[in-house]
């Protein structure tokens, strides 16, 4: 290999094609699957014929084959095998044009995304993580998966981490489970679990804090029959970054509980999320926007905010918000929780 091509790193790779770097380790000190030139005291670099026995490697272990067998057929076949089209040989430089990657291709079977507008686009590294977290999650990978959102939302901050690789992720295998006559299925269920865990680790330390100086959290909930509670964990991770405390009530939270907790906390605001049509809750939404609290002459209310799009197409109340998506509910989460909202009650009333 020449001085012009060292070939890419170990994390380079690993970013790439969605494994762990300590799996990598363990491949090459148990089957040799790494690269074949290797000088002490420098960085690995993989050269185009490493990465396509490595792209077999995983290829194969992904549809099920045991990683021994695996390494075996994939180092028989490297002689003849070719390096993914679009792998640069040299070191990965940051990006600096927010095209798609040529190695972003998609998950088994997904028809590619368009390639977006000019003031939509993102840095490639996150495009291509997004891709690794999907090859990651087909192989049942969670050490990968782990490491790959751990980094995504440690280099870009939680909101691009949400919208540009785990939101993306869990859409696409939630397509393939629908298309694929309930394949899939376990898939999901990791990759949902370890989007999960990524998120409580953000917000784990604010959330479990006390009130400070008299400050209000945000309440979140999902409402009745609705147990889609992702997006809602993204929005305390997100208020979590900006110190904001929360009350996480999760998913189908009936309608008593919810008055309960809307009176005995007095939150600066209420998040309600509906995934459907079907799920979304008016009456409730209305109700909970118009229940006060305090003493007398000094009353408080609660902004509402309606999440999720199963709250599209209807005419909003007094007192209730619906935020696009999660950087403007964070952006309208941040002004409500600046100042308490004080109502006028009507003269002869004592509250809802």
């Given at each position: 290999m020449t001085e012009s091509s060292p070939g890419l790193t170990?994390?380079?790779?690993?970013?790439?094609?969605?494994?762990?770097?300590?799996?990598?380790?363990?491949?090459?000190?148990?089957?040799?699957?790494?690269?074949?030139?290797?000088?002490?005291?420098?960085?690995?670099?993989?050269?185009?014929?490493?990465?396509?026995?490595?792209?077999?490697?995983?290829?194969?272990?992904?549809?099920?084959?045991?990683?021994a067998e695996a390494a075996r057929t994939a180092r028989a076949a490297g002689g003849s095998a070719e390096a993914e089209p679009g792998v640069p040989t040299g070191p990965v430089e940051?990006?600096?044009?927010?095209?798609?990657?040529?190695?972003?291709?998609?998950?088994?079977?997904?028809?590619?995304?368009?390639?977006p507008a000019a003031h939509e686009r993102v840095p490639g590294d996150v495009r291509m993580e997004l891709r690794g977290l999907g090859r990651a999650s087909v192989r049942l990978d969670s050490a990968a998966m782990d490491e790959i959102m751990d980094s995504a939302i440690a280099r870009y901050g939680l909101v691009t981490a949400w919208e540009e690789v785990l939101a993306p992720a869990l859409h696409a295998v939630g397509r393939k489970w629908e298309t694929s006559e309930d394949r899939y299925v376990e898939v999901e269920h990791l990759l949902s679990w370890h989007v999960s865990t990524a998120l409580?680790?953000?917000?784990?330390?604010?959330?479990?804090?006390?009130?400070?100086?008299?400050?209000?959290?945000?309440?979140?909930?999902?409402?009745?029959?609705?147990?889609?509670?992702?997006?809602?964990?993204?929005?305390?991770?997100?208020?979590?970054?900006l110190g904001i405390r929360t009350l996480m009530f999760g998913g189908a939270v009936p309608p008593e509980a919810l008055d309960q907790a809307v009176r005995r906390t007095g939150p600066a605001a209420v998040v309600l999320w509906a995934q459907a049509r079907s799920t979304a809750n008016h009456p409730l939404a209305r109700h909970v926007s118009e229940t006060s609290w305090g003493v007398r002459g000094a009353r408080s209310r609660t902004a509402v905010l309606l999440t999720g799009p199963g709250w599209a197409g209807r005419t909003l109340g007094p007192g209730m918000l619906r935020p696009t998506g999660l950087r403007e509910a964070l952006s309208l989460l941040s002004g409500l929780c600046a100042a308490p909202r004080a109502v006028k009650e009507p003269a002869g009333r004592a509250g809802s």
């Open positions: 170990s994390g380079a790779v690993a970013r790439r094609l969605g494994v762990a770097p300590t799996t990598l380790r363990s491949w090459d000190r148990r089957y040799g699957i790494g690269p074949a030139a290797h000088e002490s005291g420098r960085h690995r670099r993989w050269s185009p014929h490493d990465i396509a026995v490595l792209q077999e490697m995983c290829r194969l272990t992904a549809a099920g084959v045991p990683p940051p990006a600096t044009s927010g095209a798609p990657p040529a190695t972003a291709d998609p998950l088994p079977g997904e028809t590619p995304a368009p390639e409580r680790r953000v917000v784990g330390p604010v959330r479990a804090g006390p009130a400070e100086g008299g400050t209000r959290p945000v309440l979140l909930a999902c409402v009745p029959h609705e147990q889609h509670t992702l997006p809602l964990e993204a929005l305390a991770a997100g208020l979590a970054e």
